[in-house]
């Protein structure tokens, strides 16, 4: 089933029902709270199903959820929280995996093959739940070891070769290893490097629009400053969209993600600008591939450390309150194959910000930390200086 709309606490119906059944599967909701918001009587003969409720006690479990899986906590059933829910209801062993270009194959499942190839040492890339290219390879690389017919589909005897083989060897962090290595290798000049700007929202949907201003706008324009700084110092940039214009559908998080991976780009900086109900709550924050509490420790470790560099220095040129860098799930983060970093410019929300995300001097200061941080992030420790003091090359 595909879940277009979102649920929340106190709706009802079949939809409501087959959320509550997989948080039961999960063990976030007790068995047989199923049950639960029958009408007086239960005679629609569904144990209750048509009259599931949404009720305190799915609100937490779903909460919960989110918070385990890193992302957005909000209490919500939409697209993103319902795939997920599905994503996590299998286990290693539960179906014949395989790799399918045209629909890749993602869930827990697929997280624990990969944590297992990685731990005895085939490189799968990391460990993200999609049954993609890297994973097929490692996974043939290992029957082959192994003796095992090597079809590249994981069936009953790998399932028992993998279980057998499971804790022999227990590694370090072979796919956090290999990501910086490739930083490594790829030297301290930024000439030559790809990196793809994403500036959210755009066409029909504005994103945030407060005081005068639309998301959609100001990260456009944040993009433009952006990749004019890095086309000067030779990084290929790429935009994944081109400037709004009214009545053009925008493009969803997946289809940049999609391209993103088709540039083989070095690197993603996501642009937003945040929101809140209280005018208060403001300042800047970053976001990487990450969640400090899943079980396989999933992240990215360069969008890790890039994400802490950009933090910083929008924090000492900007002046923004801190919001700090959190590991998150997300869709774009998660999809893309190279290290990304979403970065929150400010809330929209709050009066103090968004007179700042309005001129053009703090949107000149936000480019410049990003293209300082990326600096940072390709030099070598020692030729590093602190915070706030790395000089640009002047721009007119
Ligand atoms: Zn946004």
């Known amino acids: 089933m595909t879940m277009q709309r979102r649920y929340r606490r106190g709706d009802t119906g079949p939809a409501v029902a087959e959320i509550r059944s997989k948080l039961v599967l999960l063990g976030l909701l007790p068995a047989g709270a199923q049950a639960v918001g029958t009408t007086a009587g239960g005679t629609d003969g569904l144990g209750g199903y048509a009259d599931a409720v949404f009720d305190g006690s799915v609100d937490l479990a779903v909460r919960h959820f989110q918070q385990q899986r890193a992302m957005t906590v909000d209490g919500i059933v939409g697209p993103e929280t319902y795939r997920h829910l599905d994503e996590a209801r299998w286990r290693l062993g539960d179906r014949m995996l395989s790799y399918s270009a045209g629909h890749m194959t993602v869930g827990d499942d697929v997280a624990t093959l990969q944590q297992r190839l990685l731990d005895m040492g085939f490189d799968c890339g990391r460990v993200d739940g999609i049954l ?35 804790r022999t060897v227990v590694g ?32 029909a949907d504005h994103g ?89 420790g999933r992240r990215s470790p360069t969008g890790e450390h890039f994400a802490s560099l950009v933090q910083r220095e929008l924090v000492a040129r900007t002046g923004m309150v801190d919001g700090r860098t959190h590991g998150k799930a997300w869709t774009l983060l998660r999809r893309t194959r190279m290290p990304a970093v979403r970065i929150e410019l400010g809330y929209l929300t709050n009066a103090d910000d968004a007179a700042r995300l309005a001129g053009s001097e703090f949107r000149d200061h936000a480019a410049e930390s990003v293209v300082v941080a990326l600096q940072r992030l390709y030099l070598p420790p020692d030729e590093d200086v602190p915070t706030g003091m790395l000089r640009l090359p002047v721009f007119t």
Not at 173 to 199: C, N, Y
Not at 236 to 265: M, P
């Open 208 to 296: 945030v629009v407060a005081h005068g201003l639309s998301e959609a706008e100001v990260v456009w324009d944040l993009a433009r400053r952006l990749e004019g700084r890095l086309s000067a110092l030779g990084v290929q940039a790429y935009l994944t969209r081109g400037v709004d214009v009214e009545g053009i559908e925008g493009i969803n998080e997946e289809e940049r993600a999609a391209f993103a991976n088709a540039t083989d780009a070095d690197l993603v900086i996501s642009l937003h600008v945040d929101r809140n109900d209280s005018p208060r709550a403001g300042g800047v924050s970053s976001y990487y591939y990450g969640s400090g509490s899943d079980r396989y």
């Open 172 to 203: 370090g962090q072979p796919h956090a290893m290999r990501e910086s290595e490739l930083l490594h290798r790829s030297g301290p000049s930024l000439a030559g490097k790809t990196v793809v700007i994403d500036p959210g929202h755009g066409g």
């Open 132 to 166: 993609g290219p890297a994973t097929e390879l490692a996974l043939r690389e290992f029957q082959r070891n192994y003796g095992l017919g090597a079809d590249g589909t994981c069936g009953p005897a790998t399932f028992r070769a993998l279980d057998r083989l499971a």
